[in-house]
């Protein structure tokens, strides 16, 4: 291509139309000589794409359309870069978060250490000796074990010749006075992170001045302070005045000559029963328990609560089923049913549990009680053996006391006091069963000093030894299993872990605790005379392939030299399981801690949320067929509202016990098993409204409060078929009611206090009926519900005892308002109805100020 002079070192650029057609041309040099002549080959050239220069660049980068669009994009790059960061705060924010479970209390977290100061002390020690007693024990108890709770018993002022009856509840012995016992013991164990308990009996005292002064008829004061039988005698009559009789199978009457009377004693003659009818007494204990919480004392322990009340009217107690055995003069022939856990008792200690519990202490009580979380924080009971108790034995009697109580503790008698086998040889193995168990562990301090031949300074050297009993084959080594022990109730699996039962092969006790995504624990225990070989697999699915011995009650004989040279206790030997997944358990009567790793338990279903501080399991609106299975052990509250459950049976609710509220609305229940709650003893509320339930024929929980089978087409004559002796609150609307249930005005609900009928438009109610429910404070009426039928001494027997009625005026006979009402608008309280009938007597008649 060939160009000008004036083009000459100039680079020319093609246009775009003439770089699509431009051509090469190519010379091909003569390869074969012919004629010198060369052929010319003219080929397409492809141009190439040299880019934008910089000017065009400038052009297009300060064009308004692509500015506008730079700033767009910078723009929304930073805005879903924040959408981003504040969504990412809000889930983290907002979504429900893994609660830990709340932190045990110290009563929870220590095992309760019961010292009996009579059997430590012989009651002439000088005070400087005991106070150096006491606290060697305070310090090594916390020292080497982390002991917590120290209870003290027999400390009170009191008979020398029966440490059990009290002369003064608000002194003690051993020291000078009641405040040195507060500043040297009391205060010490407090900077000592110890909390000390008091234990005594208030069902009586020893025959004290009070008691003298009651024999005295002109003490008007204390004439009631204790109980005495009623009738006045001239002398000694031949007959006692009924059949009572002592625990230690003697008559529980015994007569004073000087007041002419009996007096009660349901132990020993010179314990006489408080009278705890009488307000003053209720008072004076009341009283007690102040003047001891202000000194410091952070609980009590108040045993033989079950006696405190008798019948008041004297009534012979009814011979007991089962009694074969006995005969009539033994305390086991008989049912003592007017003398043993009355119902009024909960209503004193409800009482004393506020005072304490006001004061941030804890009351424990030696049984007997309804609902006994309400009132004592646990109840101190052992658990009776059998000399040659079984696994099953055992399994059943720890689950039924795990069942009986919200808080187990655990401690262990023998059935007969005289041969204490069942104790002693497998002393180390219930011990960790216990440390292990749900609740509180209760170790007591040790018997094996005789103190009639030892000086306080031996009883000091000897403080290292309170564990050990001399008649255990283990005994020299209990306390380093106690420290052991200790260190794994502080693990997640034992503090908060579901506890689960197995009883392999009839003779193998086994136990886990497990809590999900923590290391969970395996508790064996071979109580049979044979050696066996156990599959775990068969039996328990959450045991892995992998599992480490923790600790075996006998290490003193098989792993004696590790003890001696004080190595720790954990990893004693591994297991591998075969691959027919056995275990053979070659020692008998022994006891193994086994170490299960990493457990990924599935706890209840994602779709429903637990609390564990409330024990609160919300499932509401989740579309659940049946009831989850998988439900924590210590819920208290379930909510199932508006599923599509359609029954519910003795099953749904087996996973726990400690329930207090159902909430079932708006499911489609047809059908109820008869038990499905006769095992959910603390169960306080019960809500089936809006269901399909045509009957209510269940066994339902003595403690049960509150009912609402509101919207239920029930039939009148399929509800209550059992006795509920604690219902109060009863909702019926609109269930179509025709005639009022049967067993609403019977004994079978003896306590109603609110009774709701509204919108049952067919429903009449004549005076009869009102005049039935006796003890209704509080009744919901429709209008048109109410037939008067000119009853005038029904209605106004009604009229007394009634206090709110929502019912028209014009619907109420007139002669049935000769009496004194007032007649008010309540319309917020009533949608039915402006007119809300108000009975209060012997006040005059007003309607909204307007006289009628």
């Given at each position: 291509?060939?160009?000008?002079?004036?083009?000459?070192?100039?680079?020319?650029?093609?246009?775009?139309?003439?770089?699509?057609?431009?051509?090469?041309?190519?010379?091909?040099?003569?390869?074969?000589?012919?004629?010198?002549?060369?052929?010319?080959?003219?080929?397409?050239?492809?141009?190439?794409?040299?880019?934008?220069?910089?000017?065009?660049?400038?052009?297009?980068?300060?064009?308004?359309?692509?500015?506008?669009?730079?700033?767009?994009?910078?723009?929304?790059?930073?805005?879903?870069?924040?959408?981003?960061?504040?969504?990412?705060?809000?889930?983290?924010?907002?979504?429900?978060?893994?609660?830990?479970?709340?932190?045990?209390?110290?009563w929870?977290?220590?095992?309760?250490?019961?010292?009996?100061?009579?059997k430590l002390?012989?009651?002439?020690?000088?005070?400087?000796?005991?106070?150096?007693?006491?606290?060697?024990?305070?310090?090594?108890?916390?020292?080497?074990?982390?002991?917590?709770?120290?209870?003290?018993?027999?400390?009170?002022?009191?008979?020398?010749?029966?440490?059990?009856?009290?002369?003064?509840?608000?002194?003690?012995?051993?020291?000078?006075?009641?405040?040195?016992?507060?500043?040297?013991?009391?205060?010490?164990?407090?900077?000592?992170?110890?909390?000390?308990?008091?234990?005594?009996?208030?069902?009586?005292?020893?025959?004290?001045?009070?008691?003298?002064?009651?024999?005295?008829?002109?003490?008007?004061?204390?004439?009631?302070?204790?109980?005495w039988?009623?009738?006045n005698?001239?002398?000694?009559?031949?007959?006692?005045?009924?059949?009572?009789?002592?625990?230690?199978?003697?008559?529980?009457?015994?007569?004073?000559?000087?007041?002419?009377?009996?007096?009660?004693?349901?132990?020993?003659?010179?314990?006489?029963?408080?009278?705890?009818?009488?307000?003053?007494?209720?008072?004076?204990?009341?009283?007690?328990?102040?003047?001891?919480?202000?000194?410091?004392?952070?609980?009590?322990?108040?045993?033989?609560?079950?006696?405190?009340?008798?019948?008041n009217?004297?009534?012979?107690?009814?011979?007991?089923?089962?009694?074969?055995?006995?005969?009539?003069?033994?305390?086991?022939?008989?049912?003592?049913?007017?003398?043993?856990?009355?119902?009024?008792?909960?209503?004193?200690?409800?009482?004393?549990?506020?005072?304490?519990?006001?004061?941030?202490?804890?009351?424990?009580?030696?049984?007997?009680?309804?609902?006994?979380?309400?009132?004592?924080?646990?109840?101190?009971?052992?658990?009776?053996?059998?000399?040659?108790?079984?696994?099953?034995?055992?399994?059943?009697?720890?689950?039924?006391?795990?069942?009986?109580?919200?808080?187990?503790?655990?401690?262990?008698?023998?059935?007969?006091?005289?041969?204490?086998?069942?104790?002693?040889?497998?002393?180390?193995?219930?011990?960790?069963?216990?440390?292990?168990?749900p609740?509180?562990?209760?170790?007591?301090?040790?018997d094996?000093?005789?103190?009639?031949?030892?000086?306080?300074?031996?009883?000091?050297?000897?403080?290292?030894?309170?564990?050990?009993?001399?008649?255990?084959?283990?005994?020299?080594?209990?306390?380093?299993?106690?420290?052991?022990?200790?260190?794994l109730?502080?693990?997640?699996a034992?503090?908060?872990?579901?506890y689960?039962?197995?009883?392999?092969?009839?003779?193998?006790f086994?136990?886990?605790?497990?809590?999900?995504?923590?290391?969970?624990?395996?508790?064996?225990?071979?109580?049979?005379?044979?050696?066996?070989?156990?599959?775990?697999k068969?039996?328990?699915?959450?045991?892995?392939?992998?599992?480490?011995?923790?600790?075996?009650?006998?290490?003193?004989?098989?792993?004696?030299?590790?003890?001696?040279?004080h190595?720790?206790?954990?990893?004693?030997?591994?297991?591998?399981?075969?691959?027919?997944?056995?275990?053979?358990?070659?020692?008998?009567?022994?006891?193994l801690?086994?170490?299960?790793?990493?457990?990924?338990?599935?706890?209840?279903?994602?779709?429903?949320?637990?609390?564990?501080?409330?024990?609160?399991?919300?499932?509401?609106?989740?579309?659940?067929?049946?009831?989850?299975?998988?439900?924590?052990?210590?819920t208290?509250?379930?909510?199932?509202?508006?599923?599509?459950?359609?029954?519910?049976?003795?099953?749904?609710?087996?996973?726990?016990?400690?329930?207090?509220?159902?909430?079932?609305?708006?499911?489609?229940?047809?059908?109820?098993?008869?038990?499905?709650?006769?095992?959910?003893?603390?169960?306080?509320?019960?809500?089936?409204?809006?269901?399909?339930?045509?009957?209510?024929?269940?066994?339902?929980?003595?403690?049960?409060?509150?009912?609402?089978?509101?919207?239920?087409?029930?039939?009148?004559?399929?509800?209550?078929?059992?006795?509920?002796?604690?219902?109060?609150?009863?909702?019926?609307?609109?269930?179509?009611?025709?005639?009022?249930?049967?067993?609403?005005?019977?004994?079978?609900?003896?306590?109603?206090?609110?009774?709701?009928?509204?919108?049952?438009?067919?429903?009449t109610?004549?005076?009869?009926?009102?005049?039935?429910?006796?003890?209704?404070?509080?009744?919901?009426?429709?209008?048109?519900?109410?037939?008067?039928?000119?009853?005038?001494?029904?209605?106004?027997e009604?009229?007394?005892?009634?206090?709110?009625?929502?019912?028209?005026?014009?619907?109420?006979?007139?002669?049935?308002?000769?009496?004194?009402?007032?007649?008010?608008?309540?319309?917020?309280?009533?949608?039915?109805?402006?007119?809300?009938?108000?009975?209060?007597?012997?006040?005059?008649?007003?309607?909204?100020?307007?006289?009628?």
């Open positions: 291509m060939m160009t000008d002079e004036n083009e000459d070192g100039q680079k020319l650029f093609l246009s775009n139309n003439e770089a699509k057609t431009s051509e090469a041309v190519k010379f091909i040099p003569d390869s074969e000589g012919k004629n010198g002549l060369s052929p010319i080959s003219v080929d397409h050239l492809k141009a190439k794409f040299t880019g934008l220069t910089k000017e065009e660049l400038m052009k297009f980068a300060n064009d308004p359309f692509w500015v506008r669009l730079r700033w767009f994009l910078f723009i929304l790059f930073w805005l879903i870069w924040l959408l981003m960061l504040s969504a990412a705060i809000v889930i983290i924010v907002v979504k429900p978060k893994c609660q830990e479970p709340p932190p045990l209390v110290w929870e977290r220590s095992p309760l250490y019961v010292l009996d100061v009579k002390l012989s009651g002439s020690e000088p005070e400087a000796s005991v106070i150096g007693v006491l606290k060697s024990k305070i310090d090594y108890l916390k020292q080497e074990f982390g002991i917590e709770s120290l209870l003290l018993k027999s400390i009170l002022q009191s008979n020398k010749a029966s440490f059990d009856e009290v002369m003064n509840f608000t002194n003690v012995d051993y020291f000078e006075s009641v405040n040195s016992f507060q500043r040297e013991i009391i205060d010490y164990a407090k900077s000592r992170d110890v909390r000390i308990l008091l234990g005594f009996s208030p069902e009586y005292s020893g025959q004290t001045e009070f008691f003298i002064r009651s024999t005295l008829k002109e003490e008007v004061e204390y004439k009631d302070f204790y109980v039988f009623p009738q005698y001239s002398s000694k009559p031949a007959t006692l005045p009924n059949n009572w009789l002592s625990v230690y199978n003697t008559p529980a009457w015994e007569w004073n000559d000087e007041r002419k009377q009996f007096y009660l004693h349901q132990f020993n003659v010179t314990q006489p029963d408080l009278n705890y009818r009488n307000s003053a007494v209720v008072d004076f204990m009341s009283d007690v328990l102040k003047f001891w919480l202000n000194l410091g004392v952070q609980g009590f322990y108040l045993n033989n609560t079950e006696y405190l009340l008798e019948d009217k004297f009534e012979n107690e009814l011979v007991g089923e089962g009694n074969s055995g006995f005969d009539l003069k033994q305390y086991g022939f008989y049912r003592h049913t007017k003398t043993f856990e009355l119902p009024e008792n909960v209503e004193i200690l409800k009482k004393w549990s506020e005072i304490i519990r006001n004061a941030s202490g804890i009351l424990s009580v030696s049984g007997g009680i309804l609902n006994e979380k309400q009132i004592a924080d646990f109840v101190l009971r052992p658990l009776t053996l059998q000399t040659n108790f079984t696994a099953s034995a055992l399994s059943a009697n720890i689950t039924r006391w795990i069942e009986s109580v919200s808080h187990p503790t655990w401690e262990w008698k023998c059935s007969s006091s005289f041969d204490l086998k069942c104790i002693d040889s497998n002393e180390n193995s219930l011990t960790i069963v216990s440390f292990l168990l609740g509180v562990p209760v170790l007591y301090d040790s094996e000093f005789q103190k009639s031949n030892e000086t306080i300074k031996s009883l000091e050297n000897k403080m290292n030894n309170s564990f050990q009993t001399s008649n255990s084959s283990a005994s020299l080594n209990r306390p380093q299993l106690i420290k052991e022990l200790m260190k109730r502080t693990s997640p034992v503090s908060y872990g579901d689960t039962s197995y009883v392999i092969n009839s003779t193998v086994a136990f886990t605790r497990i809590k999900a995504g923590f290391p969970g624990y395996l508790v064996v225990w071979n109580l049979g005379s044979e050696k066996v070989t156990i599959n775990f068969d039996h328990i699915k959450t045991v892995p392939e992998d599992i480490t011995v923790v600790i075996k009650s006998d290490f003193s004989s098989h792993h004696s030299q590790e003890l001696n040279s190595k720790n206790l954990k990893c004693i030997s591994r297991i591998k399981m075969d691959e027919s997944k056995n275990f053979k358990f070659k020692a008998t009567r022994v006891s801690i086994l170490y299960l790793g990493l457990i990924f338990s599935t706890g209840v279903k994602a779709k429903c949320t637990y609390g564990s501080a409330s024990g609160f399991l919300d499932c509401r609106n989740q579309s659940l067929s049946s009831v989850p299975t998988e439900i924590e052990p210590f208290k509250i379930i909510d199932l509202s508006f599923n599509k459950i359609q029954h519910i049976d003795h099953n749904s609710f087996n996973a726990t016990n400690f329930i207090t509220e159902i909430y079932l609305a708006g499911n489609n229940l047809s059908s109820i098993g008869y038990d499905t709650f006769s095992h959910l003893k603390y169960l306080q509320l019960l809500d089936l409204s809006h269901n399909h339930l045509t009957a209510f024929k269940v066994e339902t929980p003595i403690a049960l409060e509150i009912l609402y089978l509101d919207y239920n087409p029930v039939v009148s004559e399929h509800l209550f078929q059992q006795r509920i002796s604690f219902l109060k609150y009863l909702s019926l609307v609109g269930t179509n009611l025709t005639t009022p249930p049967p067993n609403l005005f019977s004994p079978f609900l003896p306590v109603l206090e609110y009774l709701d009928l509204q919108d049952n438009p067919a429903l109610i004549t005076v009869d009926d009102l005049a039935k429910l006796k003890h209704v404070r509080v009744l919901y009426l429709s209008p048109r519900i109410f037939v008067a039928r000119n009853k005038i001494k029904k209605c106004k009604f009229v007394s005892k009634a206090r709110e009625l929502k019912i028209e005026l014009s619907h109420f006979s007139s002669r049935c308002l000769n009496f004194r009402l007032v007649v008010s608008f309540y319309l917020q309280m009533s949608p039915f109805s402006s007119s809300c009938l108000i009975f209060r007597p012997d006040v005059s008649i007003a309607t909204s100020g307007r006289k009628l």
